[in-house]
């Protein structure tokens, strides 16, 4: 059976389009709308969506993602009660989703549980961000034999042994880390993010999704001429928690990840 996310970039790829990646975190700036507000970006033009299950030690998120996760924990949001969220999307929407945690809060609950739950609930993915490859051995043989696809993240510092080795891990697509450093919306894409692409392009023909500081549509274009999909995070974020309670949200959401999507058309 073709995953979810294998089918989206098929498709995509079809239309001549990168895909729009859009991360928001589980429970912020509710729990109850959650469910509804991935349907809501999955109309509006998202492709796959990332659902961050908050915890309290994130690795590599900046501030405005920390300060969304810390606002979910505050209330009172737990793993079990994101896979709820996620059962409830499933219901009123098929956009491919992909869980984003620390292996920590997975290895508490039980990988193979976690797996299992995951799938009955309706997520295709999960981004376990703590977790190398080299010691991924446990989480991947239960999370295939699941059928959740693991994505796992190439930093800009990596080698070309490990490019290959994350590479040849990753299932659904490959996360390739625009810069060093934390998440957050930037000014400018990093100048040297062609060349990171070209190489990590070299290892493997799966799709790959660039995220980290990707905030424009302009950034979306740009990223859309060398990569297969744009992640957008920080901005999302931002946008949700500062027009929480604007009784015009949706509509401005709608234009706002529509201008994104607009940018994942590729020339030519």
């Keep these: 059976m073709t995953s979810r996310i294998t089918s989206t970039f098929a498709k995509l790829k079809e239309r001549n389009e990168a895909a729009l990646v859009a991360f928001i975190t589980a429970g912020d ?50 793993p079990p009660m994101v896979l709820d969220i996620v059962r409830k999307a499933r219901a009123l929407s098929d956009v491919p989703l992909v869980l984003m945690t620390s292996y920590n809060l997975v ?109 424009t549509p302009a950034h979306v274009a740009q990223i859309a001429g060398a990569a297969d999909g744009a992640v957008i995070g920080s901005a999302l974020v931002d946008f949700l928690h500062k027009n929480a309670s604007d009784p015009d949200r949706d509509a401005k959401l709608t234009e706002l990840v529509s201008g994104w999507k607009a940018g994942t058309k590729k020339q030519g």
């Design 107 to 215: 290895l508490m609950y039980g990988l193979e549980k976690f797996a299992k739950d995951a799938v009955d609930a309706g997520a295709d993915g999960a981004i376990l961000t703590d977790l190398p490859p080299e010691e991924a051995g446990p989480w991947k043989t239960v999370a295939d034999a699941a059928g959740i696809a693991t994505v796992f993240l190439v930093a800009p510092t990596s080698t070309p042994e490990r490019i290959k080795l994350i590479t040849e891990s990753s299932a659904g697509f490959v996360y390739c880390v625009s810069r060093t450093g934390v998440t957050g919306a930037r000014h400018e894409l990093p100048t040297d993010l062609v060349d990171l692409l070209k190489s990590i392009r070299s290892a493997t023909d799966k799709p790959l999704c660039v995220g980290f500081g990707v905030s």
């Design 29 to 78: 700036p509710d729990i109850e709308n959650t469910p509804a507000l991935v349907a809501a970006l999955g109309k509006a033009g998202a492709d796959i969506i990332e659902l961050g299950i908050p915890y309290s030690d994130p690795l590599a998120d900046g501030p405005t993602v920390q300060a969304s996760s810390q606002r979910a924990l505050d209330r009172g949001v737990t």
